[in-house]
């Protein structure tokens, strides 16, 4: 059974501050999606990554994927308390626990 | 508004009590899934669908009863509640291989 473990569990950062979440798995990754969710709402995809190495950019989010396929990493650049939320990856159907956000004015 | 609609958005009910999670598309996408989430660990998959008629176990299956008549409605039934299905569940469809959740529904179980 594939376990996909994210750390930190919980950060708390100041506006303006860059930050990186990370996303490990036991076994080799298919494809892997980060979601964010804000309280009351469901998760809603920020990116797809499918090949190793590959890296993504969405405006201030920074998405790589792992040579192996085994890990990711979020990082995010002057963070903004827009950027509040809970960050989950998941391959396909399951999904990490998630790195709960707070970026404080 | 086109999208994935959920129904009710919070429940209270009793042990024993037999209940049902609705969850509509307005699109005809084939997949859907039911998920559950609970604090420190994530989102688990209960029973997802391929088309209309076809379902299958997830990770977290027992005590949950899916139907699919209709490729837009896809009905999450907990046919005898128990306190450990408080949660909040979130149903969700796929198209090009990207999941739209809806806006879940929050169960509480007394």
């Known amino acids: 059974t594939q376990l996909l473990e994210q750390s930190p569990q919980f950060l708390s950062i100041q506006e303006g501050e860059n930050l990186t979440v990370y996303c490990n798995s036991s076994?080799?990754?298919?494809?892997l999606q980060w979601y964010r969710q804000e309280p009351g709402e469901g998760p809603v995809l920020l990116v797809t990554?499918?090949?190793?190495?590959e890296v993504k950019k969405l405006k201030r989010l920074t998405f790589q994927f792992g040579d192996a396929r085994k890990d990711s990493s979020l990082h995010i650049t002057a963070a903004q308390p827009g950027d509040t939320g809970l960050y989950l990856c998941?391959?396909?159907?399951?999904f990490g626990a998630g790195t709960r956000l707070t970026v404080k004015p | 508004d086109a999208g994935i609609t959920q129904s009710p958005r919070y429940k209270i009910t009793e042990t024993g009590r037999q209940v049902t999670l609705m969850c509509h598309q307005t699109?005809?996408?084939?997949?859907m899934f039911w998920y559950r989430q609970d604090l420190g660990h994530g989102l688990r998959l209960i029973y997802y669908?391929?088309?209309?008629?076809?379902?299958d176990k997830g990770e977290v299956p027992d005590g949950y009863v899916v139907s699919r008549s209709k490729t837009e409605n896809f009905p999450l039934t907990l046919e005898s509640a128990t306190r450990s299905q408080t949660s909040v569940y979130f149903c969700?469809?796929?198209?090009?291989?990207?999941?739209?959740f809806g806006p879940g529904t929050r169960l509480t179980v007394l």
């Open positions: 998941a391959d396909d159907m399951r």
């Open positions: 076994s080799v990754f298919s494809s």
């Open positions: 990554v499918v090949t190793g190495g």
């Open positions: 699109w005809s996408h084939s997949y």
């Open positions: 669908s391929a088309a209309a008629d076809i379902t």
């Open positions: 969700a469809c796929m198209s090009a291989d990207t999941q739209y």
